[in-house]
């Protein structure tokens, strides 16, 4: 199956990664504890507790000049719904190819005979995936 690259996606699902912990200026971000989103962990991760009003991750920090502002965290971290490369590593849940077909699941070889059963991103789901490696997705 063909994975999309657009998306809707705003970050809420994404999961902090230490990797992440400054904003697009290079400020560094605050502990969500000590903020009114408590609930986004104990952490200086850039994070999206708040997808209602933010559409991506993003962190308070401790710079004077902003209160809060935009992570760098690049949007195929975040965003399920996209891929880069050849689509490998895409773990999102798009199901359609891009000529609007519903994807087969993985766990049957009707109406396509695959041979993909089990592997990495692989199982009882019909999600785009490139279980092979191949040039495309």
């Not at 009114?36 to 993003?58: I, L, R, S, V």
């Amino acid at each position: 199956a063909v994975v999309s690259t657009q998306s809707t996606g705003r970050g809420e699902e994404y999961v902090p990664s230490r990797f992440y912990n400054s904003t697009i200026s290079g400020h560094g971000c605050k502990n969500w504890m000590e903020t009114q989103f408590p609930n986004a962990g104990d952490h200086t991760y850039c994070a999206n507790p708040d997808p209602e009003h933010k559409n991506k991750p993003w962190c308070y920090t401790h710079g004077q000049e902003e209160q809060w502002e935009y992570c760098s965290v690049p949007k195929c971290v975040w965003d399920f719904e996209c891929y880069t490369g050849n689509g490998y590593e895409y773990r999102g849940t798009l199901a359609r190819t891009e000529q609007g077909y519903t994807c087969q699941s993985w766990q049957s070889d009707f109406p396509h005979p695959h041979g993909w059963h089990s592997g990495p991103g692989i199982g009882h789901h019909n999600f785009g995936r490139n279980p092979g490696n191949s040039e495309r997705a």
